[in-house]
T-cell receptor, first 109, second 115 residues
Framework: KQEVTQIPAALSVPEGENLVLNCSFT??????LQWFRQDPGKGLTSLLL?????REQTSGRLNASLDKSSGRSTLYIAASQPGDSATYLC????????FGTGTRLTVIP | DTAVSQTPKYLVTQMGNDKSIKCEQN?????MYWYKQDSKKFLKIMFS???????INETVPNRFSPKSPDKAHLNLHINSLELGDSAVYFC??????????????FGQGTRLTVV
């Protein structure tokens, strides 16, 4: 069964810093990998979707990469802002999504 | 215009009661899901429906019964509520049968508290 791990569990950075969030998964038989953002008490907002045939996707200051063979994905956030503070979740799978436990990001003004 | 909407947003009820959570999506997707987020914020699949047909039923007590009147709606009915059912329940939808194939969209969640 797919297991998804995210490291670190929490991260605190000063505003303006570039940062990387890590996601690893055990089963490489995936259709895609999706990164979400969750604000406290709110739902999940989809940030990026990488198809299994792709290596990376970019949206604004966000860049996500995927290495299926090693079972890893990274989410790169450039020039972090206080508004980026949230929990970031990666999820992957075939028939349904398996989620990691998330990285709680705090960007300090 | 909300893509995936759930009602209610908050639900507080006593042990032993029966309650329902409603979900609707206006994206024209074929597949809908229910996820449970526990107190440790871990999200886990509960059910998946494709065109009103049950596809995935993870190890969930049979007190939980999903109902899909049409492919735009997937409601979750819970009988004989227990304290351990307290969690946030998320509805989601995607275009393809395999959620891992296309982008999944989530509702805002329903925070269920059983007292």
């Amino acid at each position: 069964k797919q297991e998804v791990t995210q490291i670190p569990a929490a991260l605190s950075v000063p505003e303006g810093e570039n940062l990387v969030l890590n996601c690893s998964f055990t089963d490489s038989a995936i259709y895609n990998l999706q990164w979400f953002r969750q604000d406290p008490g709110k739902g999940l907002t989809s940030l990026l979707l990488i198809q299994s045939s792709q290596r990376e996707q970019t949206s604004g200051r966000l860049n996500a990469s995927l290495d299926k063979s090693s079972g890893r994905s990274t989410l790169y956030i450039a020039a972090s802002q206080p508004g980026d503070s949230a929990t970031y979740l990666c999820a992957t799978g075939a028939n349904n999504l398996f989620f990691g436990t998330g990285t709680r990001l705090t960007v300090i003004p | 215009d909300t893509a995936v909407s759930q009602t209610p947003k908050y639900l507080v009820t006593q042990m032993g009661n029966d309650k329902s959570i409603k979900c609707e999506q206006n994206l024209g997707h074929d597949t809908m899901y229910w996820y449970k987020q526990d107190s440790k914020k871990f999200l886990k699949i509960m059910f998946s429906y494709n065109n009103k047909e049950l596809i995935i039923n993870e190890t969930v007590p049979n007190r939980f019964s999903p109902k899909s009147p049409d492919k735009a709606h997937l409601n979750l009915h819970i009988n004989s509520l227990e304290l351990g059912d307290s969690a946030v329940y998320f509805c989601a939808s995607s275009q393809d049968r395999g959620q891992g194939g296309t982008e999944a969209f989530f509702g805002q969640g329903t925070r269920l508290t059983v007292v």
